[in-house]
Structures are given as structure tokens and as C-alpha cells.
């Protein structure tokens, strides 16, 4: 019941102010807004319809899965692409799109100079093939990710390359280069290759920079990337801007360093940058972590006097604050204020103030707060049942709990690991062992908990009454 809902844990990547992971196929020019990730290219056979299919150029036999490269060995390679050119009419066209899915596929499972090997033999024996900035990306992509280059000697001879045919590297091929060194935890090459590509006029755009600030905040001390940071300034002029203090803020919120997400908060003023409603629910989640709740109203409150409007995430960080605080009646005004605001209460909303009342023993009101929220349009998800649950478990109300439990079990929910052991263990308690066996079996079918997990719950709840029984015992025969 402690734990921050879903909805709370906001990241990043929702506010499209962080690109998504690396498409294989990468746009020529950096866009405004994250590219939409799309998957890897792979051809093959399509379901034959009765329609009349549209006449096309492309030889069906180039959808085959001859395209998809079983065997790292380049003669192989060259062999295949050379078979699919003998077997290309000349009034068919292989456009670059499909050159560059052929070249991907060899190049995911070779080194980079076979790759770069079979590139050449490509374009010499098929003219017409023109490598395009993608085609040197997917290279470029390769080259980063080779353990047995110290030096990245390949990823260089790829940049030379680039040089050499029009295609010097611009904010895209920066952005490529600093998340494939970071996903095999070459973080200290991407550091220098930003700083040497910036000095030759191609700097990472705010969403790379961002990007590299936000991966070392999770593995790096603190310490380590505010130098960084002020490197990359000295050095080639890259400055923070909101979304990096938000990211550091939002770091040092998960551990739970609310004072020094303060201070990041005033620095971010004195660089002219006004927080924003993301960065204030950053903060005021931070406070929940804490069980903060008198600080999550102030943040509400600064919220407003600085003039941001707060949205639907920040209302339901600020009853989850409160009410997890034991500020429940304080908690339920704000369920009329968000309305008024044209925020509805969602799941979450009355979730977390079911959750409060639970603690402060008041399943039953939680329990009438389940109608409320129904009669309003609002649909119970599985977690508020889990809640009432573990509520109405822990407050010994069996019947009600019984009936939701039945609730919940037609309609194919899991049950959570909290409400499930003290839901058995009251039970047990209540000497009701064969609904507790019930309980445990849909536990295990349902695959809600390993066998084990439920099995170890209802155990121990066995040997409680157990003792419990043992020290009644004891005390009518003393009697």
C-alpha cells in the first residue's frame, strides 16, 4: 500500500524532450520531436490475398528470407547480394531503402571491416546503388560497438569516410554515436567525441546532451556528472537548459536528496529558466518518497504563486502526498479544486485516497469511496481492489472482503503480493482455512505470485494460528 502508483514515476522520455533509442534507419536531419522508433527491416513472404495485388517492379524473390544474412563470412555475403542482382530484370529498380536493409542485416552479425568490405563490393557491383548518409549511419552505428577496438579505430576510419564522400557528420551522426558508446558503457569515448566533434562545428543537439546527462546520472556519482557538465561548457560552450536541471533534479529526488534538489532549483533560476509543471511534479514526488506531505503542499502551493498550471499528474502526486500522510480529509477537497480545473479524479485519484483512509483504519469509507467513484463514470482498476483488499483484510472485515475478493476473482484479476498475505493471514486468524485455501489456489492459477511466494504466505499464516491456538490453550489449562 506504500508503494508510489505508476502514474507517479514520471520519466523523460513522456515529455518528448528525450529522443527515442536509435532507429536503424535514421533521418538525414534531426527532427524537433523524437523519432518514432521503428523496427528493424526484415522481408518476408506475404499472405497471398484473393484481391488483385497492385503490379510492382520488385521481383517477389527479393522478399525472401535471402535477404536476412545467417553467416557472418563475407564471401558468403557477397555471393548472396550477387545472386539477387543476377536474378533482378533490368527494368526492375533496387532502391537505396533496400541496399540499406541489405547492407544492415550483413552488418549485424560481421565485424566492420567485412561490413565496410561488403559496402564497397555494393557499389562496384551494382552502380546504380549511391550510399546516402543512413547507409554511412548504420556503419557508424557498428563501428562504436566493437570490444576489441580500444581506440575505436573503426568508428574513425567510418567518420573519414563520411568526410570523404559529402557526408560529414551533423547532429544525427552525433546523436548515433553517443547512444551506441553508452549502451556498451563506453561513456568516456561518447565525452570525448562530443567535445571533438563540437570543435569541428557538429555539437550534439539539446536531446543528445540531454540524453548522455540523464544515462551518467544513473551510473555516475552526482559529483562526476556536475563536472562533466561544466567541462562540456567550458570547453565547447554546450550549456544545461530546463530539461537537464529536470533531469538532475529528478535524479537526486530518487535518492531521496531533497535538499539538494532545492538548491538545483535555485540555480536553475539564477540561469533565467522558470520551472515548468513537469519539474515541480518531479519534485513533489520526491517528497512522497519521503512521506513528506506538509512539503508536497508547499511545492502545490509555490506551484501556483509562480503562476504554472497544475495538471492531472500533479493533482494526483499531491492527494497521493497527502493522504499516504495521513491528510485525507485535506486530500478528498482537492478531488472538487481538480474538477473545477477540468481535471478529473481518475483510477489513481481515488486509489491513492482509498489507500489513506486504509491506513487510518477506515476500510469501510473506502470502501463506500469504491461506489462514489463508480457512480461517477470512474472504472476501478485492479490496484484499487487490491487496496480495499488489503484494507478490509487488515481491518479484520472478512465478509466485505470476501466479496470482493469474489469480485476480483470473476473478473480474472491478479492478486498483489500485500493484499494477498494479509488477506490469508486474517483468515487464518478468523480459523477460516478452507476460504484461505481458496484463496491461495486462484493465488496460483491466476499466476498472481510464484508457488512459492503464495505457498511461504499461507505457511506462515498456518503457524500463526497455530501459536496463537497453542497459547490459548496453554492459558485454559492454566485457568
Known amino acids: 500500500m506504500g508503494k508510489i502508483p505508476p502514474s507517479f ?13 536509435l532507429s536503424p534507419l535514421p533521418q538525414q536531419s534531426p527532427s524537433p520531436t523524437p523519432p518514432t522508433h521503428k523496427p528493424h527491416y526484415v522481408p518476408s513472404k506475404k499472405t497471398p490475398s484473393k484481391k488483385k495485388q497492385p503490379k510492382t517492379d520488385r521481383n517477389p524473390d527479393l522478399d525472401s528470407n535471402s535477404m536476412v ?34 547492407f544492415q542485416s550483413f552488418s549485424q552479425i560481421s565485424n566492420p571491416q567485412d561490413s565496410l568490405s561488403f559496402l564497397h563490393h555494393m557499389t562496384k557491383t551494382q552502380p546504380s546503388f549511391i550510399p546516402n548518409r543512413s547507409t554511412y549511419h548504420i556503419l ?52 570525448e567525441l562530443i567535445k571533438e566533434l563540437s570543435l569541428k562545428n557538429s555539437p550534439p543537439d539539446s536531446f543528445t546532451y540531454n540524453f548522455l546527462i540523464r544515462h551518467l546520472s544513473k551510473i555516475r556519482v552526482l559529483s562526476t556528472v556536475y563536472g562533466l557538465i561544466e567541462d562540456l561548457q567550458n570547453s565547447v560552450n554546450l550549456k544545461p537548459d530546463l530539461v537537464t536541471y529536470t533531469i538532475l533534479i529528478d535524479s537526486v529526488c530518487r535518492s531521496k536528496n531533497l535538499r539538494e534538489a532545492t538548491r538545483l532549483l535555485g540555480v536553475l533560476h539564477e540561469s533565467g529558466f522558470k520551472p515548468d509543471c513537469f519539474l515541480y511534479n518531479t519534485i513533489m514526488k520526491g517528497y512522497c518518497i519521503l512521506d513528506s506531505g506538509n512539503e508536497v503542499m508547499g511545492v502545490y502551493k509555490k506551484m501556483m504563486e509562480d503562476g504554472v498550471e497544475p495538471d492531472l499528474v500533479t493533482y494526483n502526486t499531491l492527494i497521493y502526498g497527502l493522504s499516504k500522510g495521513g491528510r485525507v480529509n485535506e486530500a478528498r477537497k482537492f478531488l472538487g479544486i481538480m474538477a473545477e480545473m477540468g481535471h478529473f479524479p481518475d483510477a489513481i485519484t481515488y486509489t491513492s485516497l482509498m489507500n489513506g483512509m486504509c491506513r487510518k483504519g477506515d476500510a469501510l469509507g473506502a470502501l463506500q469511496l469504491l461506489e462514489e467513484m463508480e457512480q461517477k463514470g470512474c472504472n476501478p482498476n485492479s490496484c484499487t481492489y487490491n487496496t480495499l483488499l488489503h484494507g478490509l483484510g487488515k481491518s479484520r472485515f472478512l465478509d466485505k472482503g470476501w466479496e470482493l475478493y469474489e469480485m476480483m476473482k470473476l473478473s480474472g484479476m491478479k492478486l498483489e503480493t500485500a493484499s494477498y498475505a494479509t488477506f490469508v493471514r486474517s483468515l487464518c486468524r478468523a480459523d477460516r482455512i478452507a476460504e484461505a485455501y481458496g484463496v491461495f ?39
Open 9 to 21: 514515476r514520471t520519466s523523460l522520455a513522456h515529455t518528448g524532450l528525450v529522443k527515442n533509442p
Open 69 to 102: 544474412f545467417k553467416s557472418a563470412s563475407l564471401s558468403d555475403a557477397k555471393k548472396t547480394f550477387n545472386s539477387i542482382i543476377l536474378s533482378t530484370s533490368p527494368v526492375q529498380q533496387l532502391d537505396t531503402r533496400f541496399h540499406n536493409a541489405l
Open 140 to 191: 557508424l552505428a557498428h563501428s562504436c560497438k566493437t570490444p576489441s577496438d580500444p581506440d575505436l579505430p573503426s568508428l574513425r576510419k567510418t567518420l573519414d569516410l563520411m568526410d570523404q564522400n559529402g557526408f560529414p557528420p551533423d547532429q544525427s551522426s552525433v546523436d548515433i554515436i553517443v547512444r551506441s558508446l553508452c549502451s556498451v558503457g563506453r561513456e568516456d569515448h561518447a565525452v
Open 441 to 479: 489456489d486462484y493465488a496460483v492459477e491466476s499466476k498472481s505470485l510464484t508457488d512459492a511466494a503464495a505457498y511461504s504466505a499461507l505457511e506462515s499464516s498456518l503457524k500463526l494460528l497455530k501459536k496463537i491456538k497453542g497459547q490459548l490453550s496453554t492459558t485454559e489449562h492454566v485457568i
